[in-house]
């Protein structure tokens, strides 16, 4: 309940930012997601091309 009172405290702004800064995370886990899936998938391919 706290928390929200502190929210509600809160300018805009600030909750604007907020959610920009937890989008770019979001972005930055889901290009790491995406790399790792890449980097299996060449792995995959780099064992089937060596059997």
Same mark, same amino acid.
């Given at each position: 309940?706290?928390?929200? /009172?502190? =929210?509600? @405290? *809160?300018?805009? +702004?600030? @909750?604007?930012?907020? *959610? #920009?800064?937890?989008?770019? +995370?979001? *972005?930055?886990?889901? @290009? =790491? #997601?995406? #790399? !790792? /899936?890449? !980097?299996?998938? @060449?792995?995959? =391919?780099?064992?089937?091309?060596? !059997?």
């Amino acid at each position: 309940e706290d928390r929200l /009172k502190i =929210e509600g @405290r *809160k300018g805009t +702004r600030e @909750r604007r930012a907020d *959610k #920009e800064r937890g989008s770019e +995370r979001e *972005k930055v886990r889901i @290009r =790491e #997601e995406s #790399e !790792k /899936k890449r !980097k299996r998938e @060449r792995e995959r =391919e780099n064992q089937n091309v060596l !059997k």
